[in-house]
C-alpha cells in the first residue's frame, strides 16, 4: 500500500467515524450553545502548557541519562520544548504517534547529532512511563465504577500509585531489560519511515549502549509522568467547565484515562472521530446527558485544537526571536 493511499484511508476513516457520530448525536445542541466560560478556557490553556512543559521535563531526564556527557551540558530546554510542541501540532494532522516519535527523532538526529538509536530510545522510553500511568489509572478508575464509593475514589489509585512505585524499584534491571528487548523490534519498523531511513545504513543498531536507569530517576519519572497526567485530568475537567458540563474533579480524574486510551488507537489523523466516540463514551460513563456529551466532544476537539496551536507558534516565535537577538549580540 502505497503512502498516498494509506494517507487518503486514514482520512476517509476519520469521516466516517464523525459521520456515525453526527447520524447519531444530535448537533442542535451545539449550536445553540450561549454560554461559553471564558476563564475556563484560560484554565484549559494554563494546564495545557502546564502538562507539554511536565512532559519535557520528563523526556529531557531521561535524554540526560541516555545521552554522552558533553550533550548533556548542551541541551536547551527551549529547544527541546520547541520540538515537542511542534510534534503536538503535526499531531493534530496525523496519527499521533508518527509526529511524537518520528518528529522529536528527526529534530534530534538533525540538529542535536544524536544517533537515531538513542533519538528514538528516548522517546520510546518516555511513551513508556505514559502507558504506567495509563494502567494505573484505568485499573483504578474499572475498581471505582464497580465500588461506586467515595473513598474508594481517594484511595485506590494512591495505593496503586504506591504499589507502581515500589514494583518499578523492586524489578528496576528487568523493566529496563525488557525496553531494550522492545527497543530492538521497534527501531526497525520506524527506520522505514520516509525521512528516517537514509540514517539505517549508517548505524549499527544491535550496538546501542544503554545504561540501566536507576532508582531515583525511576521514581522521578514517575512523578513527572502522574503529575503529566494530573494536569491532563485538569484540563478535561476545565473543558467542562468552559461549557457549562458538570461533573466532579475526581470523575474527570477517572474519566481523562478513556479519552487518553483512545488515543493509543492512532489510526486516523489527529485520532479524529476516535478521540469523539472514546469522549462521548467517557462522559456517558460518569452519567452525562447525552447533549453535555456531545457539547463537550465537540469544544474539547475545538479547545485542543487552538490552544496546541496558540502555545507552538508562541514558543517558535519566542525563539525566532532569540536567536535573532543573539545573531545581533555576535556582531
Known sequence: MSKITRVILQWLLAFFLLGIGVYYWDLSDVLRLSVVHWYAVGLVFFFTACFTLMHN??????????SPRFLRKEMD????????????????FVPSDVSLVGLRTFYMKKYEEVNTSTAFFSVLVDRFFDVIVLFTVLVSAFLVFIGN????????????????????????????GFLIKTY????????????????????????????????????GLMAYSFLKYVFIALRFYCIGL???????????????????????????????????????GALKVIGASNPEAVVFVVGQRVLTFCTIIVLTVIINLLMITRTKNLRKESY
Open 149 to 176: 464509593n467515595r473513598m474508594e475514589m481517594i484511595l485506590m489509585p494512591v495505593v496503586l500509585v504506591g504499589l507502581v512505585f515500589l514494583f518499578l524499584l523492586w524489578k528496576n534491571e528487568e523493566i529496563f
Open 242 to 280: 468552559t461549557f457549562g458540563v458538570t461533573f466532579t474533579f475526581f470523575e474527570a480524574f477517572f474519566a481523562a484515562s478513556l479519552v487518553q486510551l483512545t488515543g493509543f488507537i492512532n489510526i486516523t489523523p489527529g485520532g479524529l472521530g476516535v478521540m469523539e466516540i472514546g469522549s462521548y
Open 184 to 219: 530492538f523490534l521497534s527501531i526497525k519498523l520506524v527506520l522505514k519511515i520516509p525521512f528516517l531511513r537514509k540514517w539505517r545504513k549508517f548505524e549499527t543498531i544491535e550496538s546501542f549502549p544503554y545504561t540501566t536507569l536507576k532508582r531515583n530517576t525511576v521514581c
Open 57 to 66: 521535563i520528563r523526556w529531557m531526564k531521561v535524554l540526560t541519562v541516555l
Open 77 to 92: 530546554f527551549l529547544q527541546y520544548y520547541r520540538w515537542l510542541l511542534n510534534s503536538y501540532a503535526v499531531g493534530l
